[in-house]
């Protein structure tokens, strides 16, 4: 009784595997007609939308399998160039420093470097979080203005010996 059980349990599993095999030859028979409309530029999305559009529900995994198996592939878009091309004519700039940035004292050798600083969050204080130029914190006195007949000057900030 045993064996018997195995035999129908084998001889099931491969029947099944033959429908599915019939199911994806007729799938991709259809997936063939449907890239050939597209004269050869649709992939696996667009076949699975126009598949669906047609009535056929199929899974999109189930689409790009097939296609896979059979080699069946959608043109793939091309790597944007760039539109900015160095001029290979132009003269690099002087090193003035001689590439030593250590200074025997302060303010003989200025250097710079541009850095990426991104915006300040709410709430942080963390370098990462601060802006340049600083932003004016709430603790700052504002300036305030006074109309002209008043004063000579238009705005008026508080010194240190104010109080």
């Known amino acids: 009784m045993r064996g018997w059980y195995r035999r129908t349990k084998v001889d099931q599993g491969e029947a099944a595997r033959r429908a599915r095999q019939a199911?994806?030859?007729a799938l991709a028979h259809k997936i063939?007609?449907?890239h050939i409309a597209s004269r050869h530029t649709y992939g696996a999305p667009r076949i699975h939308a126009e598949l669906r559009r047609l009535g056929r529900r199929v899974n999109r995994k189930r689409v790009a399998?097939?296609?896979r198996e059979r080699d069946i592939r959608g043109v793939t878009r091309r790597k944007r160039r760039s539109l900015t091309r160095?001029?290979?004519k132009a003269k690099p700039a002087p090193d003035l420093i001689g590439r030593v940035f250590h200074a025997e004292r302060p303010g003989t050798r200025?250097?710079?470097d541009i850095a990426y600083l991104p915006p300040r969050r709410a709430g942080s204080?963390?370098?990462a979080s601060w802006t340049w130029p600083p932003a004016r914190s709430s603790a700052?006195?504002?300036p305030t203005t006074t109309a002209p007949s008043?004063?000579?000057t238009l705005s008026t900030w508080p010194t240190a010996g104010a109080g």
């Open 23 to 25: 199911a994806d030859d």
């Open 32 to 34: 063939t007609v449907v």
């Open 65 to 67: 399998r097939v296609m």
């Open 86 to 88: 160095p001029d290979t």
């Open 110 to 112: 200025l250097v710079g």
């Open 125 to 127: 204080t963390s370098p």
């Open 140 to 142: 700052m006195p504002r």
């Open 150 to 152: 008043s004063s000579s």
